[in-house]
């Protein structure tokens, strides 16, 4: 079945290849309305998904990553219809030279090819991600999780069954609709027909696919991510900040999972946070010093700095000095998205210099993290590592380059 699907996507990404931009915008704003025009069929696959991850127990955080609704799918089809309306990357002409023999060279972006995308619980990357992948001129095969594959697969044959009657073949969208981690390992070893493949969800499936896979993998998504409050931050504007990057979707890898404060605030801003955090229902856990000024809440463990808690928990540290909050958040955090809330510019930029991660704030949520919210249209996913991109991932994070010479009769001496 794999193989099947792979060659059905390499024969399509030849064809995607040569498609105008035009072309491939007429099929993103016909996969935007056949995903509203069908919004009882996906509901309906999406309702009998949710309701056996309830019998499973799944915790409330990824519960609301699953769920659908009419909102989120017109929101899915919006975003579809702004990825269209972006600037397509592909023949952007980079850079371009003329040598002294008369050659003409010029870096021009073309499409990566196939892409492969293995994901958990989230419906709308299925549509997310074959949206972008169309606008960059590639194909796609969409591997998700056992939670949502009812839903996974009726977004897909919405998708597909808009895309028949276009110039874009309907197999530059697919999606395996088996759940069984024998098939996903065996499209991880595809490297003959897949040119990336792009992990999203939590640590242990990153883990597994990279580990695993034959084909160069993009790490995306794991958000073990800090908030520092500095000595002279604005306490007014920082704990709406904090709730925020905490509470608003704490099933999300942006959302912050440990919050550190500076020592000579601690007895001041810790029994205020820590009260508006437990009013929304937000577990904490302490280090001994945040345990000296606040009691009742549970002991921070050595393994809580590593943990990504995709949860209404959160890890509290007191730290003695910006030096200090930067080593702790290199040290344990996953290089995503660290905030810094200060009044001073020399320590915000100190913090923004010295913290290795994809995205850095001065006075702001870490919620932010998001394509959309960057201006970038709809993401396949946020990359925490270095290559080939960082950070949100969209459309022109789909390409790669050639070099285009031109001459006229040159030969090498």
């Known amino acids: 079945m794999i193989k099947e699907i792979c060659l059905k996507a390499k024969a399509a990404s030849v064809e995607m290849a040569k498609l105008s931009a035009d072309a491939k915008n007429t099929a993103l704003c016909r996969m935007a309305n056949a995903l509203e025009a069908n919004v009882e069929k996906i509901l309906a696959a999406n ?60 870096q021009v972006r073309v499409p990566l090819g196939v892409v492969g995308v293995i994901y958990e619980s989230r419906p709308n990357v299925t549509s997310d991600s074959a949206g972008i992948c169309i606008k960059s001129g590639n194909a796609v095969i969409l591997r998700g999780g056992s939670d949502a594959l009812n839903s ?54 990153i883990k597994t696919v ?14 073990n991510c800090h908030v520092y409050v500095e000595e002279d931050a604005d306490l007014e504007k920082a704990t709406p900040i904090v709730i925020n990057a905490k509470c608003q979707r704490p099933g999300t890898c ?5 919050l550190l404060v500076h020592s000579k605030i601690a007895k001041q ?28 809440v549970k002991v921070a463990t050595e393994q809580d700095w590593y943990t990504e808690y995709l ?45 290795d991660s994809a995205a850095v704030y001065w006075n702001a949520s ?28 969209s459309v022109q994070h789909l390409t790669t380059t050639k070099y285009v010479v031109l001459g006229d009769g040159q030969i090498r001496k």
């Not at 499973?56 to 899915?76: E, F, N, P, V, Y």
């Open 47 to 106: 309702k009998a998904d949710a309701e056996a991850a309830k019998a499973k127990g799944l915790k409330s955080a990824l519960l609301d990553r699953l769920a659908l609704d009419q909102t989120k799918i017109q929101t899915m089809a919006k975003e579809l219809r702004e990825v269209s309306a972006l600037a397509d990357p592909i023949g952007t002409i980079l850079s371009s030279w003329t040598r002294p023999n008369g050659l003409i060279i010029s």
């Open 152 to 205: 996974n697969v009726a977004i897909g044959e919405v998708l597909r069954d808009a895309l028949a009657g276009t110039n874009v073949p309907v197999d530059a969208v697919q999606v395996v609709n088996s759940p069984e981690r024998s098939v996903a390992e065996e499209l991880m070893g595809m490297r003959e027909y897949i040119d990336v493949l792009i992990p999203r969800g939590g640590a242990d499936l």
């Open 210 to 223: 990279v580990e695993k896979s034959r084909i160069p993998v993009i790490e995306t998504g794991t958000g």
């Open 254 to 258: 942006n959302a912050a999972e440990k």
């Open 269 to 296: 801003y810790l029994p205020v946070v820590i009260a508006e955090l437990k009013k929304q229902g937000v577990e904490v856990r302490g280090d001994e010093e945040t345990r000296k000024i606040v009691p009742d």
């Open 311 to 355: 949860d209404l928990i959160i890890g509290v540290k007191v730290v003695k000095s910006l030096d200090e909050a930067i080593a702790h958040i290199n040290k344990y955090g996953t290089h995503h998205s660290d905030s810094i809330l200060t009044e001073d510019f020399t320590k915000a930029m100190q913090f923004i210099r010295e913290i």
């Open 366 to 393: 870490t919620r932010f993290t998001d394509g959309n919210q960057f201006g970038l249209g709809a993401e396949i996913g946020i990359s925490t590592q270095k290559l080939h991109a960082r950070g949100p991932m």
